[in-house]
């Protein structure tokens, strides 16, 4: 039923707005792109195809819930398990910032560096950088992208004759890891775009708080129509955007 609504959307895109859909955002869900995928297609032209561009952080957060998993199988040895968990938040940090980084070096920076810079992220995390892209590694310290800086200080230097890399280095547990990461790496095209769905997100919130899910019918007399225009100017300018509005309106405070 979802599908088959936001497939009619896209559908009378042309004859609402008078355009096509060139893109979809979408999370890690293939069954409902795979139907929004042909909705303009004709048989005849390809190009009407529409292309899905994966959430950056939906990706991330589906390789490190693996790596987690990965933690709890007891047919990998403890010391080599431990030896992950230890670096697991460094390994999700690197991709976010392989990530980011060719986002805001898109000018000299391409699918193929940020698809080398995402399979050499174990290497990376566990100290070995004669594969490192110049971009993001400058010997051996991680390049922070600029929308992180505020916040983060650069991650520890580690060492390639580590014992932890020694322990892991192409054990059954480093070549499960490099499978999870191959999954993100064939993603890389449209990571670089760097985008995310948190502002569908985040109106969904809202939506979901003034509608107050199914508890209460606001089908009648356009009320949904209002909650969903509440929604959208609470998740454009915050859920305090009511009172200067009604200042603004009739001129004196609510
Ligand atoms: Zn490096």
Request: proline share 2%; net charge positive.
């Amino acid at each position: 039923m979802e599908t088959d609504i936001i497939v009619s959307g896209f559908k009378q895109s042309i004859e609402m707005h008078n355009l096509r859909y060139k893109r979809y955002l979408g999370d890690g869900d293939s069954s409902v792109f795979m139907n929004i995928r042909q909705a303009y297609y004709d048989n005849v032209n390809s190009y009407k195809l529409v292309e899905k561009i994966e959430c950056k952080n939906h990706a991330v957060r589906c390789l490190n819930k693996n790596m987690r998993l990965l933690l709890r199988q007891t047919e990998y040895p403890l010391p080599q398990r431990r030896s992950l968990e230890s670096k697991i938040n460094e390994i999700g940090k690197y991709c976010v910032y392989a990530i980011e980084g060719a986002k805001e070096a898109s000018s000299h920076v391409g699918v193929g560096m940020l698809r080398v810079a995402l399979r050499n992220c174990l290497e990376h995390v566990y100290g070995c950088h004669d594969k490192c892209q110049v971009y993001l590694c400058k010997n051996g310290t991680i390049v922070v992208p600029t929308k992180y800086k505020k916040n983060d200080k650069a991650l520890p230097k580690a060492n390639a004759t580590s014992v932890q890399y020694r322990l892991l280095k192409d054990t059954a547990l480093w070549k499960e890891i490099e499978k999870h990461l191959t999954r993100l790496v064939t993603l890389s095209d449209s990571l670089i775009h760097g985008q995310t769905t948190n502002r569908a997100e985040c109106f969904q919130g809202h939506m979901a708080k003034l509608t107050q899910g199914k508890r209460k019918n606001v089908n009648y007399r356009g009320a949904y129509q209002k909650k969903k225009n509440q929604a959208i100017l609470a998740s454009k300018y915050g859920s305090g955007w009511s009172a200067p509005f009604i200042k603004m309106c009739e001129g004196k405070s609510p």
